[in-house]
Structure formats: structure tokens, C-alpha cells
């Protein structure tokens, strides 16, 4: 059974920084596209950041580029967010996502979700 559990989701001050985790279960991340994406009350949900099956490919949304991070350890089966520099507009629910395709990633069409965990960023 597929599943994806994301942690370290909180509540910090604008400048701040969280490590967002993903635990997979049931395959392997090295396997997969993975991404991550959050939605924000009242806004559709958006691509954050993706890493793909090689490991070197990385996309990331411009919003983010230079202050966030997408990683993943094998040996783990984990997959890795790192906020930095947080501020206000990244308020939002963070969710983990998988899917074999590359595709799914840009679109957010992916096979497999977690249950999100929730940033809050003050001003």
C-alpha cells in the first residue's frame, strides 16, 4: 500500500525556515517523480518544487528559486523540503505528491498524495 506522510509543517516569523519531510511507504522515491505543492485558503493548489527520477532533475516554481530546496534520501525512502527566507505569501498547506511521470509533477496530476502539513509564516 502506497502512502506518503509529511511532517514538519509550523508556525514561524517572516525570514524564518522549516524542513519539510515525506516519508513514502509501499515503493521507492528513487523510483518516482516527486514533488511537492501547497494551496492556500481561497487559491488553487500550485507546483512548489519537483525532483525527478534521476535525481539531478529539479524544477522549481519562481516564486521559490533560491529560497526553497527539494531533496530526497534513498536510504531514508524520505523526501525533503527545505524553507528558507519564509515570508507571508508561503502560508499554506504543503502536500507531498508521486507519480512515475514528469508530467504529473508541472500539472498536479500526480497518483499519489500525503495528507499535507500546514506552514504559517507571520509578518
Known amino acids: 500500500q502506497v502512502q506518503l506522510v509529511e511532517s514538519g509543517g509550523g508556525s514561524v516569523p517572516a525570514g524564518g525556515s522549516l524542513r519539510l519531510s515525506c516519508a513514502a511507504s509501499?515503493?521507492?522515491?528513487?523510483?518516482?517523480?516527486m514533488g511537492w505543492f501547497r494551496q492556500a485558503p481561497g487559491k488553487e493548489r500550485e507546483a512548489v518544487a519537483a525532483?525527478?527520477?534521476?535525481?539531478?532533475?529539479?524544477y522549481y516554481d519562481e516564486s521559490v528559486k533560491g529560497r526553497f530546496t527539494i531533496s530526497r534520501d534513498n536510504a531514508k525512502n524520505t523526501l525533503y523540503l527545505q524553507l528558507n527566507s519564509l515570508k507571508p505569501e508561503d502560508t499554506a498547506m504543503y502536500y507531498c505528491?508521486?507519480?512515475?511521470?514528469?508530467?504529473?509533477?508541472?500539472?498536479?496530476?500526480?497518483?499519489?498524495w500525503g495528507q499535507g502539513t500546514q506552514v504559517t509564516v507571520s509578518s
Open positions: 505528491a508521486a507519480d512515475v511521470s514528469s508530467e504529473a509533477m508541472r500539472f498536479g496530476t500526480a497518483k499519489y
Open positions: 525532483i525527478y527520477i534521476s535525481g539531478f532533475t529539479r
Open positions: 509501499g515503493f521507492t522515491v528513487s523510483s518516482y517523480c
